[in-house]
């Protein structure tokens, strides 16, 4: 620790701050563009600049270490100042540097209200008007592909995109051409950014040079409602503030969470809005001699009704979607249960886990627990794909800790360097018994992990992967210590923000049930007749046979085209809702505009449905099904919260998955699109045009 | 300086030829493992040479593969040093350095016969293909100014009427002299020495 004098306080801080470091836990605020927590020093905006006694000149706080500070000719600690004139002076002509060649477009730039150049130029710049005379530079707008909109001459040249883009993405396509005045931020030759995590430039961005582009001239900040709450596009739970404007949702933003996204999100999270406008079912709609005809929601329900009635429960099934959030989740099982139907299942992709314990199928080490990883093993997973905020988190430890990398699956650009093992299942159970080379490698290191993809275990042989992975965790000391400073190195990466929620309320096949292979056989078949869809569209449709199909839901995608009913529900930004990430971290989504014309919330849709089947639930408030919830899973009273690396017992790991042997079949992840892995993004333009640029070319060369 | 941005026309490839390419390798190798980024310049350099005189795209692609990083941070070099030229040059290309020693010893002048005699703008290239010219700054030999850099030679003491003679004779496929054009030795004073005019005052026993 070392001693400071700030603005005539002492403060303690540890040798290895920086300057502006030490100035904000003294309390001081230090005014900045280029310097950010999580990005590498720059140093060049020169906003920070404070007076260091001793030292002839201002100096850039953010660059200057507190160890480099010379202490007084008598010992004193070193006298660092914020508030002096000479500060103030420093500040002020930084200020009018940068605002010589900013426009004033203020009023027409999406950035306005939300600027640090607008608001610091308030607060630090000079308070004099009308004093540039002299034409501002001009320079041309760079394309940076459909989702950032340029409006260069803005740029202040912070350079904090080319950093994001080279350290924190870990793509190097942006940089800084030309030099002095003639300097400009661009892509390789302006070709779009090549990454699902692009969009968060805009956000760092100080000034509006960088702005959403599907958000353009679209609204205000200050019009904006914000509402807290967390994604669903992938499995991860990023925080998000969902912004909107009367019935529209306008735009997602990432909220700081350290311990999920830090504060970022990819592209899919925030672009994704205007696919909640589109392909929206607003009304009950009923097959009527072959063909979907609006309906009440009365005579819906009457369809359903008649048709339960005439079904045995055997010969019924319900699924679960990906989006689907825990409340209705519920309902259903509670409804499906009185009905006496065991054929359930929330695995849309027929992946072999969630039997036995909780830890058999989260993701133990917790994402903020990569940056401790030392060896961490992929399993037929492609992270940069199924959740590209983990994958941002391997690449950090891998920067930082020298994480060693190896996978098992098909090649794929990671942004990290990845060592290939043979892209063969079977050798998981020599890695497992210590015959394969890759033992050495986890045993060896001091924080050994694998994540095990979800595609890994959507194969026939699932079971006996996931068993082999619990083998391979037990083995090689990834099984440590539970609770806080404690270690597990098992995980499962699920890509269906509904998966875990509805694997912790049991949504599984009751005793004697069908898994969601073996119902849509049987459907195929024709040995189940009614097969209940709540918001399930990754499912091969064509195999519902003759079923007579009921899909609850938002989005007119593959269920809804399929169904002889349709019960119009809400997306997650229509209604509040629990979701269980891949932690096992339990969140809560919040309301942020109301469902289009008749659709309703999906647990009330289900209440309602319940009555006219004469199997009323016994909870007529969100309250009361939460309580319920907790009886299923008493773990849901505790939000926000991962557990702690539970798992010590070692006995458990023997007792998930089943024995058996494994397929040589290879690998193949199971997101093959990134842009469009559900209803809602596929509903969405902007997804849409992101596939095409970013999606089929890799798609065609692989072809070739 | 105006703005540094690659030439709209452009070829398709770009090879270094066997002994530049053995050349680039070695140099390669004068770096540490892992920071062969670092030979960024001279290979730049290297294939500016063997190109005629500019850098293309396909050439930073290619260096970009040999040191590797990616395309953007040689991209981002090549445009800082104003020594790589983006667009083509002539056979001969004449650096008229235009900087405040050499503006004040007359290079208004200088810049005036190549705009008469190699082509009125600035960076193009003359009608016959074999010159262009453009402004620099300082070349850091102000006691001789003005100055033109033509290759690896300095042409001091130039005006307008030497500027001219020079152009015709690299024109004409002669060499002209390089350095002091009007005959005086290194940055002597012009018209031989003014002090020390006395040998006797440094020869032994004078």
Redesign the interface.
């Known amino acids: 620790m070392t001693k400071l004098i700030v603005d005539g306080k002492e403060i303690d801080v540890p040798a290895d701050y920086t300057l502006l470091q030490a100035c904000e836990a003294a309390g001081a605020e230090i005014p900045r563009f280029c310097y950010h927590e999580r990005l590498s020093i720059a140093g060049n905006c020169r906003m920070c600049l404070v007076e260091l006694k001793g030292s002839p000149k201002p100096v850039a706080s953010c660059a200057w270490g507190v160890r480099d500070c010379r202490p007084g000719p008598n010992n004193e600690p070193p006298v660092v100042n914020t508030k002096s004139p000479l500060v103030k002076k420093a500040r002020e002509g930084v200020m009018e540097f940068l605002l010589i060649n900013h426009p004033l477009d203020c009023p027409i730039c999406d950035q306005g209200g939300e600027c640090d150049l607008q608001d610091q130029a308030m607060a630090y710049g000079h308070a004099k008007f009308n004093r540039y005379e002299e034409n501002k530079r001009a320079v041309t707008d760079k394309n940076m592909g459909p989702l950032v909109n340029t409006i260069m001459t803005r740029c202040i040249h912070c350079t904090r995109c080319v950093r994001f883009a080279a350290e924190v993405a870990g793509v ?9 005045e ?1 300097m400009e931020i ?4 302006e070709h779009a950014v090549s990454s699902e995590m692009s969009g968060n430039v805009i956000d760092l961005c100080p000034v509006g040079a960088l702005t959403s582009k599907p958000y353009k001239f679209n609204a205000r900040p200050w019009e904006l409602t914000k509402t807290e709450s967390v994604d669903v596009m992938d499995a991860v739970g990023s925080a998000i503030r969902v912004d909107s404007r009367g019935a529209e949702v306008m735009r997602f933003l990432p909220r700081v969470n350290e311990e999920v996204n830090e504060e970022w999100i990819s592209d899919k999270t925030r672009f994704v809005w205007d696919g909640l406008r589109r392909q929206r079912l607003d009304k009950p709609y009923v097959r009527k001699n072959g063909k979907l005809q609006p309906a009440s929601w009365a005579e819906a329900f009457a369809a359903i009704a008649d048709r339960v009635r005439a079904t045995r429960p055997e010969r019924m099934a319900a699924l679960v979607g990906d989006l689907v959030s825990a409340e209705p989740i519920k309902a259903l099982k509670d409804l499906m249960l009185a009905l006496g139907v065991a054929n359930l299942d929330c695995r849309q992709d027929g992946a072999k886990l969630g039997h036995g314990p909780r830890q058999g199928y989260l993701f133990n080490t917790t994402i903020a627990g990569i940056e401790h990883a030392d060896a961490l093993l992929l399993i037929g997973t492609n992270p940069r794909w199924e959740a590209p905020l983990v994958n941002a988190r391997i690449r950090k430890a891998w920067l930082r800790n020298d994480l060693k990398i190896m996978r098992i699956g098909p090649r794929f650009d990671l942004t990290y360097q990845v060592q290939d093992l043979d892209n063969n299942p079977a050798d998981l159970a020599d890695i497992a018994t210590g015959k394969h080379r890759a033992f050495e490698v986890l045993k060896n290191a001091k924080h050994p992990m694998l994540i095990l993809g979800a595609g890994a275990l959507a194969r026939p042989d699932g079971a006996a992967i996931l068993d082999a992975a619990a083998q391979i965790a037990r083995n090689t000391g990834m099984i440590g210590p539970s609770g806080e400073g404690g270690w597990n190195g098992f995980n499962v990466l699920h890509t269906a923000a509904a998966r875990v929620g509805a694997l912790d309320l049991g949504f599984l096949p009751q005793k004697g049930g069908k898994d969601t292979i073996a119902i849509l056989d049987a459907a195929a078949r024709g040995d189940i007749d009614f097969v209940y869809l709540l918001g399930a569209d990754e499912i091969d449709t064509k195999k519902l046979g003759q079923a007579f199909v009921v899909y609850q839901g938002s989005h007119g995608d593959a269920g809804a085209h399929r169904a002889d009913v349709i019960l119009p529900g809400s997306t997650y930004t229509e209604q509040n809702g629990t979701y269980v990430n891949i932690e096992g971290r339990v969140q809560q989504a919040r309301r942020a505009t109301f469902p289009p014309g008749d659709a309703r919330e999906d647990w009330t849709i289900l209440r309602a449905l319940s009555d006219v089947l004469g199997k009323k639930l016994p909870y007529d408030d969100m309250g009361t099904l939460r309580l319920a919830m907790l009886k299923d899973a008493p773990h849901f009273a505790e939000t926000d919260r991962a557990p702690a690396h539970p798992g010590v017992d070692v006995g458990i790991w023997t007792s998930i998955g089943a024995a058996g042997t494994i397929a040589k079949t290879p690998f193949e992840y199971p997101v093959k699109d990134f842009y469009l892995t559900n209803p809602i993004a596929r509903a969405s333009h902007v997804m849409a045009e992101c596939s095409s640029l970013f999606v089929k070319p890799r798609l065609s060369a692989a072809a070739e | ?5 690659l030439a709209p026309d452009q070829p398709t490839s770009f090879a270094f030829t066997p002994e530049n390419l053995a050349w680039a390798q070695k140099q390669l190798k004068k770096y540490p493992e892992g920071r062969q980024a670092s030979a960024v310049v001279p290979l730049l350099w290297r294939a500016q040479e063997q190109n005629g005189g500019h850098v293309t ?1 396909p050439m930073i692609r290619v260096i970009a593969e040999m040191i590797g ?5 040689v ?2 070099i090549a ?2 040093y104003t020594m790589f030229n983006l667009k083509p040059v002539g056979q001969h290309l004449l650096q008229v350095c235009t900087t405040t020693p050499c503006w004040l010893r007359g290079s208004d002048a200088v810049v005036a016969a190549c705009k008469k005699h190699i082509h009125p703008h600035a960076e193009t290239v003359s009608a016959d293909g074999k010159l262009s010219w453009m402004e620099v700054e300082c070349l850091g030999a102000c006691v001789n100014a003005p100055i033109i850099q033509i290759g690896d030679d300095f042409y001091e003491d130039v005006d307008g009427a030497r500027a001219e003679a020079i152009i015709n004779d690299l024109r004409a496929g002669r060499k002209p002299k390089p350095g002091s054009q009007i005959g005086r030795q290194t940055s002597a004073p012009e018209g031989g020495p003014q002090t020390l005019t006395d040998a006797s005052l440094y020869t032994k026993g004078g």
Request: proline residues 3%.
């Open positions: 190097d396509e942006i940089g800084a051409t030309g030099r002095g003639d661009t892509t390789y030759l | 300086m105006s703005l540094r941005r795209e990083v990616s395309p953007i941070r991209l981002e445009t800082f």
